[in-house]
């Protein structure tokens, strides 16, 4: 039962120079430990003009650092059991290692290296601008990223966050420099605005003395300012990308939706679990896919973050069945609004949420993500606790308002991408 899961006790201490702090113990039978910095540097912060810009310095930041080559960094994290990621959003940017718990503390000097000492080294940069490069190849190519691509910026209008993938275009990853590169780091990797999340590092009376003195170094004066957020469009339209050589069709449908400090979130989340978010669950997965076998996968996605949010449904089928297939992913959506959740329904897919929420806590790894999720949107220390009874208090005509309000079909993109033949007949 979800009354008998206790989450980890997060702790959020003093600021270090504007450094939001965020410990979390590691599970008690875990022998992992995980340690993040998320800095004000996502795709939403590009330069105009040189779009691609913060996923390039990610990157190249995770490449190399301090006195270590790609290739030396690489060993020493495989000597620890460790591992580097890097995670871009529009709203941030994502430093992180994982690996054994008793790799801590050489993990946390590892991530400050990375964060203050990049190399910027010339061949990194050459090997990402060409893997940047394959990735704009494919968002051109596929017919999965293209749809992905072409409903945002059908959606948003220029210059705004979330409009973009974050790769940019080949002109703009052409124009990028070592100086630009570095102006980008230095502008966005700072202590104000920016958070240090840490599990299982062991006492914070040993860690925070730790993060202060391996993080000394950060700009304490930069305060990063958020990017003006033009209104989206707002008009129903349907977007066709013919690429005939494709033998099936994606489809995508969404459009603006609330951030994730709105009241309405918790019904909000609940509507998209219901219509598309919970895997094998949910709606359009038992009707299209189960009942009707018109689809090869569908599902929602939904993003709530700190300026806004987004949602979309998917769906990818035979090319003869995308006319069919987008009516009938339209018309679920549609009865969300119109009639809510069943109440039955509604409970079973409720605690099918509620009851993952244990899963988390198997590793360290699973257990950071959630104390990434409490750092980012400044959510209360006991969040997870109070986190079921949330959901439990939601009742189908808040679900059903809350859908009207962030996942609305009438104001929503279509976008069709793949080779669009005639359609069968019915």
Avoid at 25 to 33: E, R, W
Avoid at 108 to 114: D, M, S
């Amino acid at each position: 039962m979800i009354e008998e899961w206790a989450p980890l006790r997060l702790e959020r201490p003093p600021p270090i120079d504007g450094l939001e702090i965020v410990l979390q113990p590691g599970p008690s039978d875990a022998a992992g430990a995980a340690v993040t910095f998320v800095a004000p540097a996502g795709s939403g912060f590009d330069p105009r003009g040189a779009e691609g810009t913060a996923g390039f310095a990610l990157r190249t930041m995770a490449a190399a650092a301090g006195p270590w080559p790609r290739r030396e960094l690489a060993r020493r994290l495989d000597r620890l059991g460790a591992t580097l990621t890097a995670h871009l959003d529009p709203e941030s940017a994502e430093i992180g290692l994982r690996g054994p718990r008793e790799a801590g503390a050489e993990m946390l000097a590892i991530l400050a290296t990375v964060v203050l000492h990049p190399r910027w080294d010339r061949s990194d940069r050459d090997r990402i601008r060409r893997e940047i490069r394959e990735r704009q190849l494919r968002e051109r190519t596929q017919p999965s990223a293209r749809a992905e691509i072409e409903l945002w910026r059908a959606t948003y209008p220029p210059d705004h966050p979330y409009r973009e993938s974050g790769a940019g275009t080949p002109r703009s990853v052409a124009r990028i420099d070592r100086d630009a590169l570095v102006r980008f780091w230095a502008g966005h990797f700072v202590a104000r605005g920016s958070r240090l999340v840490a599990t299982g590092l062991g006492r914070s009376s040993r860690v925070l003395p730790a993060v202060r003195r391996r993080f000394r170094e950060l700009d304490r004066s930069t305060a990063v300012p958020r990017p003006e957020l033009p209104s989206a469009r707002g008009r129903s339209t349907i977007v066709r990308v013919p690429m005939p050589d494709r033998s099936q069709v994606e489809l995508r449908v969404g459009g603006p939706s609330l951030p994730r400090d709105d009241p309405r979130y918790p019904a909000l989340f609940l509507a998209h679990e219901v219509v598309g978010g919970r895997p094998l669950l949910s709606r359009l997965f038992q009707r299209l896919r189960e009942r009707e076998g018109l689809v090869y996968h569908a599902s929602t996605e939904l993003e709530s973050m700190r300026w806004g949010g987004y949602w979309s449904a998917q769906a990818g089928c035979a090319p003869r069945r995308w006319p069919r297939t987008l009516r009938r992913l339209r018309a679920e959506l549609r009865r969300m609004v119109a009639e809510g959740p069943d109440p039955r329904e509604l409970d079973r897919i409720r605690e099918s949420a509620i009851r993952e929420l244990p899963l988390s806590l198997e590793t360290a790894s699973q257990a950071h993500e959630l104390a990434l999720e409490v750092a980012y949107h400044d959510l209360p220390t006991d969040f997870w606790r109070s986190w079921g009874p949330a959901l439990r208090a939601v009742r189908p005509a808040e679900v059903r308002a809350a859908a009207a309000a962030g996942l609305d079909e009438r104001s929503s993109v279509a976008v069709v991408a793949g080779s669009l033949g005639p359609p069968a007949a019915t």
